[in-house]
């Protein structure tokens, strides 16, 4: 119930005089997709809501050279209204800190500076089978965060981010992960002229430890990206994947996007290999909507079975 509340209560913030969101700003999207889905066991049609969300995020100026900032992000199900029968809404990004000369510290829970770090790599993010979190380690969420970012150095800023594992530990036991860092994720990116490289990695996040190079470049209409990164699991060293991610993207027209993504890993200490292909176009009626159409392919292979699945998508989105 209290979910369900939520677009009531954010009204009201807003609404009313002298209550402590300063300045705020409503925002969010809508995206919602029509999909023929098939996979080895079915195939349907079936409504996709895509990440659908909305927030508030603002900034209260304490000094003049310090300020505190907010944001409160959640998902909401355009398709069926819920996720299931007690949760309308789900947790996004969510934090609070505080901003000024020397960078900005935030608390709270929020994208990863690894996962952050592939910037706008994967032209299919959000969907239910075009997300490189389908195929790579390290799109992490991660909660109980705390995360310090640089000010702009030149062309660069790094991010760094500390995770206590509040585990709880009895007397004369080991590895109980009750530390101030139990895992941590960092990333240095540099970017100008259209041209941007990151590097990133988490250490014991998830318990996996990542490491990742990105690259991106978006000139004269024309869009490349490139993710290269290799894991393993953080308690088992001997359980490693590799992988990279492909993406282009081509302005046939003032209003129209051609993109085609590739992605793959392989983890061969337990013989799996993943393979995406994603093909889609965008088209612009405006500024916040947009209409869109995609194919995307998602083979999952483990030794001498497969998982096959594919959709063709029929969608809409609108920012506000």
């Known amino acids: 119930m209290k979910r369900k509340l939520l677009p009531l209560a954010i009204g009201a913030a807003i609404a009313m005089p002298g209550v402590a969101l300063a300045g705020p700003t409503v925002y969010g999207k809508v995206n919602v997709s029509l999909e023929s889905y098939d996979n080895d066991s079915y195939d349907q049609w079936e409504v996709n809501s895509n990440a659908s969300r909305l927030g508030v995020k603002g900034k209260e100026k304490i000094t003049d050279s310090l300020s505190a900032v907010y944001k409160a992000e959640f998902e909401m199900y355009v398709d069926d209204g819920e996720k299931n029968a007690n ?50 380690a390290g799109e992490n969420r991660t909660s109980n965060t705390i995360q310090y ?35 941590v994720s960092a990333s240095v990116a540099y970017e100008q002229d259209g041209v941007y490289v990151a590097l990133a990695a988490d250490s014991d996040v998830n318990s996996t430890d990542v490491i990742r190079l990105i690259a991106q470049a978006d000139i004269a209409g024309v869009q490349a990206g490139l993710i290269y990164q290799e894991a393993k699991d953080a308690n088992n060293s001997d359980v490693k994947q590799k992988g990279y991610v ?32 994603a093909l889609g176009y965008d088209h612009k009626l405006s500024k916040q909507t947009k209409l869109f159409t995609h194919y995307i392919s ?23």
């Open 87 to 136: 949760q309308t809404f789900k947790q996004r990004n969510i934090f609070g800190g505080l901003k000024g000369g020397f960078g900005e510290v935030i608390v709270g829970k929020f994208d990863s500076p690894l996962k952050t770090s592939q910037k706008k790599v994967d032209l299919f993010n959000d969907y239910k089978l075009g997300d490189i979190k389908n195929v790579l």
């Open 149 to 183: 970012t640089t000010p702009d150095i030149g062309a660069f800023t790094a991010k760094v981010a500390i995770i206590p594992g509040e585990g709880e530990c009895v007397a004369g036991s080991t590895g109980c992960d009750d530390g101030l860092a139990d895992g």
């Open 246 to 277: 492909l993406s282009g993207a081509l302005d046939v027209s003032k209003d129209g996007v051609i993109k085609l993504q590739y992605a793959y890993s392989e983890v061969d200490e337990i013989d799996n290999e993943i393979t995406q292909i």
């Open 298 to 320: 998602l083979e999952d292979e483990n030794g001498t079975s497969s998982d096959d699945k594919s959709t063709i998508a029929f969608g809409l989105e609108h920012k506000f």
